[in-house]
C-alpha cells in the first residue's frame, strides 16, 4: 500500500493539516519536502470528499539567532530582533517578508495551494491572545513537561512567554519572570544567549496583541489547541526522540488537554550521505532544484519515497537527474498502463494542474539532442521544448564530462591515430550522405557498412566520434552525424 494512504487509514471525522516554516535564511531543497508532503495527504483526503483543510505558516514571529553569510555584515545588528520586525536585505518589507515570498514562489511553482498564514499576525492581532493566557496560567504544567522530557528541573521563575522589549526592540534576549494575570514581569538580559546582547530593561508589560511571543515548543502545541490541527508531520531534526515534537506532543496532551495530531516523521536528503545545509554548501536550494527539475519530477523525487527512508541526491557530476528522469517515466507507464496499484497514488501526487503523460523519449536521449546542431524540429516534435530548458541545464551545470560533447571547429588531434581502415570506413559514410536518411535506418546503415569492411563496430563507430567531437564515444552516431551540416561532415570525414 502507498505509504499515505497507509498513513490516513481509518481516518475519520474533519481534518485539519498544518505545517510551517521559519523564513529566516536560504531555502535548501529539504524545506520543501514538508509542504509537498502535507500537501500529498491533503489531496488524498480531498479526492476521497473529506472534510479537510491545509494550513501553511511562516513563522516570522521568532527573533533572528543566525544570519545567511552574505547579510552578517548589513544585519548584524538586528540579531534578537524578530524576524517580522527586522528590515529586508532588499529595503521591501520586513526580513520575514523577503524570504517568505520566496517560498511562496517556489509553493506556487509546486502547485501547493495551502491557506497561507504569519505567526506573527496570529499575536498582533489577538488570535494567540487565548493561548497566551492559558499557558502562563498554566506554567506550572509546561515546566513539569520540560522537565520531564529534558530530565532536569526547570526554576519557578521561568514562563513559557518572551517580551519584545520596548527600548531596544529584542526578542530573544528577554525573559519572563512573573505573570499576575494580566501582565509579565520581564528583563532584557544581557548575556541570555550567545548571538544577541539585551539592553537590560527590567519593567511589566502585557504580554497580548503582538508584545511577545511563546516559546516555539509551546507555540506549536498552541496552534494545534488553538486550530484544531489534527495532522502534522515533521522533519528528523524535530522528531528525533526527546526533540521539539515530542515537546510539542506532550504540551498538547498534558497541558492544553487536547488529542495529538496525527504523528509522522520525515527524513533528510543526504548529499555524499552528509544532511544537506545550503547555508554550509551541501546540497542545493530550492531554486536551484526547480532549475534542473520540473515540478513534477520535485514532487516525485520527494513523494516517491516513505517520509521515513532518507535519500540521497547528490547530482554533481553523477546520473542522478537522467535516472530519475527514467524512474519519472516507468511510473508513468504503470500509471497509465494500470500495472501497479502504488504507482497510481504516486503519479497522480506528482501533477500540478491535470494529468501530464511525460514522452517516452529518455532524458539522457534529450541531453544528447540539446548539444547537437539542428535538433529543434525534432524535440518539438516529440514535445520536449519544456524538459529541453532542463535537459540543457543539467548538461552545463551538473552532467559527468563523459555525458558533454561539442562538435570540434577543427580536426581533433586524435584523429591523425586513426587506422586505415577506420579512415575507410568514414570514406564509406560520406558516400551515403546524399541519400536521404531518417536517423534510425541511417543508424543501422553504419552498422552494416562496419560489417562490410569487417571493421569492429566499436571501433567504426569511435572513428566517427573522434572525426566530430574528439571522444571516442557520444551519442547515437546517425543522429549526430544528421544532425550536422552535410558539407561539413563530408569534408570533415575527408580530411581525416
Not at 498554566?138 to 514562563?159: L, M, P
Not at 497510481?344 to 529518455?362: H, M, T, W, Y
Request: hydrophobic residues 35%; glycine residues 8%; charged residues 30%.
Amino acid at each position: 500500500m502507498f505509504w499515505a494512504d497507509k498513513l490516513l487509514e481509518k481516518r475519520k471525522g474533519k481534518e485539519i493539516i498544518n505545517d510551517s516554516w521559519t523564513p529566516s535564511g536560504i531555502i535548501h531543497m529539504g524545506s520543501l519536502k514538508g509542504p509537498v508532503l502535507h500537501d500529498a495527504l491533503y489531496k488524498i483526503l480531498k479526492k476521497g470528499k473529506k472534510d479537510v483543510s491545509f494550513m501553511y505558516g511562516f513563522d516570522d514571529a521568532d527573533p533572528i539567532d543566525g544570519l545567511p553569510q552574505n547579510l552578517t555584515e548589513s544585519h548584524l545588528k538586528y540579531l534578537g530582533i524578530p524576524i517580522h520586525i527586522a528590515p529586508s536585505p532588499d529595503g521591501k518589507g520586513s526580513f520575514g517578508d523577503y524570504f517568505g515570498n520566496k517560498m511562496k514562489n517556489l509553493l506556487d511553482k509546486l502547485g501547493i495551494k495551502a491557506e497561507i498564514y504569519k505567526t506573527s499576525e496570529l499575536y498582533k492581532n489577538g488570535t494567540f491572545d487565548k493561548a497566551i493566557k492559558y499557558v502562563l496560567d498554566n506554567a506550572e504544567g509546561v515546566r513539569k513537561v520540560y522537565s520531564e522530557i529534558y530530565k532536569k528541573e526547570i526554576k519557578s521563575d521561568w514562563f513559557p512567554m518572551q517580551i519584545i522589549c520596548p527600548d531596544c526592540g529584542k526578542l530573544g534576549t528577554t525573559k519572563v519572570t512573573g505573570w499576575d494575570g494580566e501582565e509579565v514581569s520581564f528583563s532584557c538580559e544581557e548575556n541570555l544567549v550567545e548571538w544577541a546582547k539585551g539592553c537590560g530593561k527590567k519593567g511589566k508589560i502585557s504580554p497580548f496583541g503582538g508584545k511577545g511571543k511563546m516559546p516555539w515548543k509551546v507555540e506549536w502545541a498552541a496552534k494545534w489547541w488553538t486550530f484544531g490541527v489534527t495532522i502534522e508531520g515533521a522533519g528528523k531534526d524535530h522528531a528525533s526522540s526527546g526533540g521539539s515534537y515530542d515537546v510539542a506532543m506532550k504540551l498538547c496532551k498534558d497541558v492544553f488537554k487536547k488529542e495529538q495530531p496525527l504523528k509522522f516523521a520525515y527524513e533528510f536528503f543526504l548529499s555524499h550521505g552528509k544532511k544537506m545545509a545550503s547555508s554550509k554548501g551541501i546540497g542545493l536550494t530550492g531554486e536551484e532544484l526547480l532549475e534542473i527539475l520540473p515540478p513534477q519530477l520535485a514532487r516525485f523525487l520527494m513523494i516517491k519515497t516513505p517520509p521515513n527512508q532518507a535519500v540521497e541526491f547528490t547530482p554533481f557530476g553523477t546520473n542522478l537527474i537522467p535516472t530519475l528522469y527514467d524512474e519519472y517515466q516507468k511510473t508513468a507507464d504503470a500509471y497509465f498502463n494500470k500495472t501497479s496499484e502504488d504507482s497510481v497514488g504516486i503519479f497522480e501526487l506528482s501533477q500540478i494542474d491535470g494529468i501530464l503523460k511525460p514522452s517516452s523519449v529518455r532524458f539522457s536521449v534529450l541531453a544528447q539532442w540539446v548539444q547537437m546542431p539542428n535538433m529543434e524540429d525534432k524535440i518539438k516534435k516529440e514535445g520536449l521544448e519544456d524538459w529541453a530548458k532542463y535537459a540543457k541545464i543539467w548538461v552545463e551545470k551538473y552532467a559527468p564530462e563523459s555525458e558533454k560533447f561539442l562538435v570540434q571547429k577543427n580536426i581533433p588531434q586524435a584523429a591523425k591515430n586513426l587506422s586505415e581502415k577506420q579512415k575507410e570506413y568514414l570514406r564509406k559514410v560520406s558516400e551515403e550522405l546524399d541519400k536521404k536518411w531518417n536517423a534510425e535506418d541511417f543508424q543501422k546503415e553504419l552498422y552494416e557498412l562496419s560489417k562490410k569492411l569487417e571493421l569492429p563496430s566499436k571501433e567504426a563507430f569511435s572513428a566517427i566520434y573522434i572525426s566530430l567531437i574528439g571522444k571516442d564515444h557520444g551519442p547515437k552516431a546517425g543522429w549526430l552525424i544528421l544532425s550536422l551540416d552535410k558539407e561539413f561532415v563530408k569534408k570533415r570525414f575527408s580530411e581525416v
